[in-house]
């Protein structure tokens, strides 16, 4: 059963209650049996699971694939040979 929280209109005291669902009933004040009226309040909410935290929801990170890797040498040739033939 949940519970409820509610507040005497005459004597201003808070208090909570557990009762049914759907109930319509309001029940009288335990300090001086007064008139009451429901109050609104937040659920009492338990998160289970992954998924909530910010971490949680993060996508995976993307690993790129990287070319063959070439050596400055490799590179440098090519400009060596154009040259040299170049002078030929």
Same mark, same amino acid.
């Given at each position: 059963?949940?519970n409820?929280?509610?507040?005497?209109?005459?004597?201003?005291k808070?208090?909570? @209650?557990?009762?049914p =669902?759907?109930?319509? $009933?309001?029940p /009288?004040? +335990? #300090?001086?049996?007064?008139?009451?009226?429901?109050?609104?309040?937040?659920?009492?909410?338990?998160? @289970?699971?992954?998924? =909530?935290?910010?971490? $949680?929801?993060? /996508?995976? +990170? #993307?690993?790129?694939?990287?070319?063959?890797t070439?050596?400055?040498?490799?590179?440098?040739?090519? @400009?060596?040979?154009?040259?040299?033939?170049?002078?030929?």
């Amino acid at each position: 059963m949940p519970n409820y929280e509610f507040q005497c209109q005459t004597c201003r005291k808070q208090f909570q @209650k557990s009762l049914p =669902f759907g109930t319509k $009933d309001l029940p /009288p004040c +335990p #300090v001086c049996k007064g008139t009451t009226k429901r109050l609104i309040s937040a659920p009492m909410v338990h998160f @289970k699971g992954t998924g =909530f935290y910010k971490t $949680d929801s993060k /996508p995976a +990170p #993307v690993v790129e694939k990287k070319e063959a890797t070439k050596t400055p040498e490799a590179k440098a040739e090519p @400009k060596k040979n154009q040259e040299l033939r170049s002078k030929n």
